[in-house]
């Protein structure tokens, strides 16, 4: 079940009407159209972190890899590039986030050098602000998520002291270190000043793998390497026009958080709340999961005395940690206000297709197990932006050559025709 609350403001769009059951849809074989080359041209991309469609059908790319954001028309031609590598006003160093702004600006978040970027429709340079002085200074810890529609960023922020944090081996030497913070929603404006909203929630599970040694009266580490381990559960969140979802995989409310899926508006207002049921029907061994991981892990360690030092902690750290498997991967927001929720299938490769199961803001049977309004996006492909009949996103080829392509969103009917 679900529990719904008033409308979000119209000035970013309004959200489809309570009890309106979402479109059923299916993805175009082909794509509408892709921007991309693998010869040095225009329209090469590289560390592409976002992608975004203007409402005149132009395409803007956050092409992080040459710290550029680059414009292209409608069918996919070359128009301009904006920006460039530096620390002038309008470079980047570390380009990450993009939206479109509610008149008409585009917002280009640089991570590294704590700032945004904002630019005409045309590419223009408009201005250049930081956001992360004011956090820096109070030594906060934030990550950004993307841009509300008045500029706004949306982020996550270590709440300092909380959370659990366990180490596995004879610390200061080898040690695997199990980190599952607590995080503050916050509302950071451009003056860097973040408002929290909402309740605070489990952030990322990360498990790290640190080698330290001594000598000469010092301790030093031979490095920290965050490591792959399956069936870790995660914060989402999924930032769009006037509206922000936020949900974590585990599928378990937080306490004393929110249930898992909640839409906020752009004052950190709750607007929806959604209950969830959506976990895998597949039976899954998720303790035989990690070990088969470990044991893997553990042999393709090169040498003998690696392999007899690190297993031990693991194994530790296996029996002191329990494991289930997540109720969902990822959040997605389209255009109107539905809500896109990525299956989790632990089966599935790198590549496979991915299957999204899309939710009316104000359906309220709420998200559940059926195949009913499941979405299948083509193999390799991740969307960035998703539109009443569209949806937006990055693919690899075969080579890992990146391209950004566009397919149609077709409404089918209930018996799927």
């Not at 609350?5 to 509408?32: C, K, M, T």
């Not at 045309?122 to 201005?127: F, M």
């Not at 990822?330 to 109107?336: H, I, K, P, R």
């Amino acid at each position: 079940m679900s529990e719904a609350h008033a409308g979000f403001p119209g000035a970013a769009g309004d959200l489809v009407e309570q009890g309106q059951e979402p479109p059923r849809y299916r993805v175009s074989d082909r794509p509408r159209l892709q921007i991309g080359s693998a010869d040095g041209a225009d329209a090469t991309l590289y560390g592409v972190t976002g992608a975004i469609r203007l409402r005149d059908g132009r395409v803007v790319v956050a092409n992080a890899g040459a710290r550029e954001l680059k414009f292209f028309d409608s069918n996919g031609d070359f128009l301009a590039s904006a920006g460039r590598a530096g620390d002038g006003p309008g470079e980047f160093r570390g380009l990450s986030l993009i939206g479109a702004l509610e008149d008409g600006r585009i917002a280009a978040m640089d991570m590294l050098l704590g700032r945004v970027s904002v630019f005409s429709s045309d590419g223009a340079h408009d201005r250049t602000y930081r956001v992360s002085r004011g956090i820096q200074a109070a030594g906060r810890r934030i990550h950004m998520y993307g841009f509300l529609a008045n500029g706004t960023l949306v982020g996550l922020e270590e709440v300092e002291g909380e959370g659990v944090r366990e180490r596995y081996g004879d610390y200061p030497g080898s040690v695997l270190t199990f980190r599952s913070p607590v995080v503050q929603p916050v509302l950071i404006d451009t003056a860097g000043q973040a408002v929290p909203f909402a309740s605070a929630m489990p952030g990322d599970e990360r498990l790290s793998q640190m080698e330290t040694g001594s000598g000469d009266g010092s301790l030093r580490v031979g490095g920290v390497a965050q490591v792959p381990v399956p069936l870790l559960k995660s914060a989402t969140v999924a930032v769009r026009d006037g509206w922000v979802a936020i949900g974590h995989t585990s599928g378990s409310p937080a306490t004393p958080g929110p249930p898992p899926i909640t839409v906020y508006d752009a004052q950190g207002k709750p607007r929806v709340v959604f209950a969830l049921d959506v976990a895998s029907k597949e039976a899954v061994d998720a303790a035989g999961v990690r070990l088969a991981w470990v044991d893997e892990w553990i042999s393709n360690l090169p040498d003998r005395r690696e392999r007899r030092k690190w297993r031990p902690r693991y194994e530790e750290f296996l029996a002191a940690t329990a494991v289930s498997v997540p109720a969902f991967k990822s959040l997605a927001l389209q255009e109107g206000g539905n809500v896109w929720l990525e299956v989790f299938d632990p089966s599935a490769g790198e590549n496979a297709p991915s299957r999204w199961r899309v939710q009316a803001a104000f359906d309220m049977k709420g998200i559940g197990d059926s195949g009913a309004n499941t979405v299948v996006l083509p193999p390799g492909f991740r969307p960035h932006d998703i539109g009443s009949d569209y949806v937006l996103g990055v693919w690899r080829d075969e080579l890992g050559i990146e391209f950004v392509r566009m397919y149609d969103l077709i409404e089918v009917s209930s018996d799927g025709s």
